[in-house]
């Protein structure tokens, strides 16, 4: 297995592999080749630790650390007890593995999970269904492939929100809508239902070139090619933020707007927004140029009366077509016909996105006239 050639996998909500393979390209990593669940690059550790560390859309990082076939239960446990285990990890390294099972002889993931831990208990190894350390293994089509999870907590957990809605937005999530609605840092960015602030936050970090993974822990810190000194080289100094306030975010809950700012106080962009409390329908623009309204309403599904929320989506249109002229809407919801209600010109929306148990559609209008 050569250090130089990884083969690292980026993990993303379905439906959103472009956006994502555009981003890693944007950011230097090479092939950036979208599949199912996901973006493939290739790279030494280094590449490894800067996925973790600057790209705004991967959920996390796998890394491909080797694989062979596996025709049956006996070929798996010997070719596992001569895989060589603590080229990846040091020895007395506390692991968790998780193993499915497709289309192969070895169909039985309890017999094969039982197979790899005594394989990583013989070389040395802490076996603990706990563990942070995570070796996800993938039997399909009789080949064994071992991957190794270098993030750790999910990649959406930036360290710096506390204060958390009732359903929040996932920050990876949030990035790639906004990638997708075009949103390149230029631009001012209002969410009139801001709930936690994730839409204006996110906005406001990418504009300032703030790494998303500046202020928190990862899972490869404990792996055996852990480099504490080069990983440090590649964790720029944080820019300080200036105004004036770029990113706004309101909201009908006192409680939120308070949490929303706090929260951009610890992220470090406190400078760049403004969040204040009301109802949708007092929703104004900045004043300077248009640029994009971005806004999660609730969906009915997990929050509130879905037939209240017809009232509320109704308001959201009439206010954006009134007042928000020249500005463009992304628009998050699971129910198309709370969408249609806004009146807003939307094109076709995005593809259906997983989150939380539902699926999730981003709708777009041109600038509105």
């Known amino acids: 297995m050569s250090a130089d050639a990884l083969e690292i996998f980026l993990v993303c909500a379905p439906g959103l ?3 994502l393979a555009e981003e890693a390209r944007e950011k230097g990593f090479a092939p950036a080749e979208p599949g199912p669940g996901g973006v493939t690059v290739s790279g030494g550790w280094p590449e490894v630790w800067r996925a973790n560390l600057v790209l705004r859309g991967a959920a996390r990082v796998l890394v491909r650390i080797g694989g062979f076939r596996v025709p049956h239960i006996a070929q798996l446990d010997k070719r596992a007890r001569k895989f060589p285990w603590t080229d990846v990890l ?18 039985h993931a309890g017999a094969a999970t039982q197979r790899i831990e005594d394989a990583l208990k013989a070389a040395g190894m802490v076996v603990d269904r706990e563990a942070p350390t995570v070796l996800k293994t993938r039997i399909e ?43 390149d840092g230029t631009e001012p960015v209002l969410d009139p239902m801001c709930g936690s602030g994730t839409f204006p936050l996110e906005a406001a970090e990418i504009a300032a070139g703030l790494q998303p993974g500046r202020a928190r822990t990862f899972a490869f810190e404990d792996f055996a090619s852990f480099d504490a000194e080069a990983w440090a080289a590649l964790k720029a100094p944080a820019p300080e933020p ?14 939120a707007v308070r949490g929303a700012a ?37 969906y009915g599904a997990r929050i509130g009366n879905k037939k209240l929320l017809y009232a509320v989506y109704g308001a959201l249109g009439e ?4 007042h ?17 209600t806004t009146g807003l010109p939307f094109r076709q929306p995005g593809p259906p996105v997983p989150h939380g148990g539902l699926k999730i559609q981003l709708w777009q209008t041109p600038p509105l006239r």
């Open 90 to 107: 040091h020895p007395g390294t506390a692991v968790r593995v998780d193993v499915t099972c497709r289309k192969s002889k070895i169909y």
């Open 324 to 340: 928000f002229r020249g500005w463009r809407v992304g628009l998050v919801t699971s129910e198309p016909a709370l969408a249609k």
């Open 262 to 298: 706090d929260n951009a106080g610890r992220s470090g962009v406190a400078a760049l927004c403004r969040f204040e409390c009301h109802p949708v329908s007092e929703a104004r623009p900045p004043e300077g140029p248009p640029g994009l309204v971005m806004v999660n309403p609730p």
């Open 319 to 322: 206010t954006l077509k009134t």
């Open 17 to 19: 592999e472009p956006l």
């Open 242 to 255: 200036e105004g004036p306030p770029r990113f706004f975010g309101s909201d009908r809950d006192q409680g």
């Open 141 to 183: 089509d009789d080949f064994c492939q071992f991957s190794l999870d270098s993030s750790g907590e999910p990649l959406h957990r930036r360290g710096f929100k506390q204060a958390i809605g009732k359903a929040p937005m996932r920050e990876t999530l949030a990035a790639l809508f906004l990638r997708a609605c075009g949103y």
